[in-house]
């Protein structure tokens, strides 16, 4: 078992946290006016999946609660991103689709973020990055299996 002050783990997560903030800060301000990085996460996935999720299971997959989730889908269907529809078979619950427009304003933000991205992997390195991704996945699966 690692020490408390295991200057590895220490700097390993002081690290990534940084990195975390800066990427959100960087990518925050290239997103197209008004949308933000919640926003965008949850149009991607949407995208992604190409089918339709319910608010819990949004939550779930983004690890917010449903009170933070339910707030960013207001946003989005405010701003005729997604639709929101009740669920045919409970209606206590409902279920959400990307819209035509919320397509359109995902790929505007893919393509205000994608150079950023693209710049970062070059300037490291498409090899280096390859070999650092199932480092950092492993983490974040072992995170959320202790979650």
């Known amino acids: 078992m690692a020490s408390p002050d295991d200057p590895l783990s220490v700097a390993l997560f002081s690290e990534m946290f940084m990195a975390d903030q800066l990427a959100r800060n960087r990518l925050s301000r290239a997103l197209p ?9 949850v149009l991607n996935h949407l995208v992604a999946s190409s089918e339709e999720k319910s608010p819990a299971q949004l939550a779930r997959v983004f ?6 989730m339910t707030n960013t889908l207001n946003r989005l269907e405010w701003s005729g991103y997604i639709h929101i529809r009740p669920d045919w078979d409970d209606a206590r619950r409902k279920m959400v689709s990307i819209s035509p427009a919320g397509r359109r304003a995902r790929e505007a933000a893919v393509s205000a973020i994608a150079p950023i991205l693209s ?29």
């Open 119 to 147: 710049d970062s992997v070059r300037e490291i390195g498409a090899d280096r990055v390859r070999a650092a991704i199932p480092v950092i996945r492993e983490l974040r699966l072992r995170l959320e299996n202790e979650g």
């Open 63 to 68: 690890h917010v609660t449903r009170g933070a």
């Open 33 to 41: 006016k008004g949308m933000e990085l919640s926003h965008f996460s």
